[in-house]
T-cell receptor, first 112, second 113 residues
Framework: DSGVTQTPKHLITATGQRVTLRCSPR?????VYWYQQSLDQGLQFLIQ???????AKGNILERFSAQQFPDLHSELNLSSLELGDSALYFC???????????FGDGTRLSIL | GENVEQHPSTLSVQEGDSAVIKCTYS??????FPWYKQELGKRPQLIID???NVGEKKDQRIAVTLNKTAKHFSLHITETQPEDSAVYFC????WGYGNKLVFGAGTILRVKS
């Protein structure tokens, strides 16, 4: 158990819909990172927050957005879903920017 | 931006043999190189990492070496066991500037007993 909690574990929805993935970092960790893992793209960095502020952005689609709340949990919002958005979405956390990242168990998103 | 290449894509070894996985990175400014192990359907798990001011690091049967000049780093697993079978990912990051990890494509390691 990494201490990073992600909910839900599985999500099945249809094209065009919107979903929210939730992540609670390890106790004491201020940084939250979101990654997407798919068969064709591998593990891709999406976005990072540090203590409520966006710190770094990767190849995150405009249809995707995220935020980190005062209690440090983070949410990743995916809208206008397409079949290609089907993937495993991982959240990772670290105490600060220069510390190892530990991953949660992920949310498996399936678009029908 | 940073690009990480990983080889081989699959590796089969006999139990007890050694396994070596190699990665090359493109951005000479990268200064942090972790390795993650991912079992089927599970989360990536950090197994070892190295910073650019160190050339080698060891943890029991696992070691990582870094050659900054050539911009490559390698994972060495000795005395492999069936439970070492998994997908291994290398990554590179520039600590101090957000620490986003850029991953290699992964290596499927199969340890045959």
């Amino acid at each position: 158990d990494s201490g990073v909690t992600q909910t839900p574990k599985h999500l099945i929805t249809a094209t065009g819909q919107r979903v929210t993935l939730r992540c609670s970092p390890r106790s004491g960790d201020l940084s939250v990172y979101w990654y997407q893992q798919s068969l064709d793209q591998g593990l891709q960095f999406l976005i990072q927050y540090y203590n409520g502020e966006e710190r770094a952005k990767g190849n995150i689609l405009e249809r995707f957005s995220a935020q980190q709340f005062p209690d440090l949990h983070s949410e990743l919002n995916l809208s206008s879903l397409e079949l290609g958005d089907s993937a495993l979405y991982f959240c990772a956390s670290s105490p600060g920017g220069d510390q190892p990242q530990h991953f949660g168990d992920g949310t498996r998103l399936s678009i029908l | 931006g940073e690009n990480v290449e990983q080889h081989p894509s699959t590796l089969s070894v006999q139990e007890g043999d050694s396994a070596v996985i190699k990665c090359t990175y493109s951005d000479s400014a990268s200064n942090y190189f972790p390795w993650y192990k991912q079992e089927l359907g599970k989360r990536p798990q950090l197994i070892i990492d190295i910073r650019s001011n160190v050339g080698e690091k060891k943890d029991q049967r696992i070691a990582v070496t870094l050659n900054k000049t050539a911009k490559h780093f390698s994972l060495h697993i000795t005395e492999t066991q069936p439970e070492d079978s998994a997908v291994y990912f290398c990554a590179a990051a520039l600590w101090g500037y957000g620490n986003k990890l850029v991953f290699g494509a992964g290596t499927i390691l199969r340890v045959k007993s």
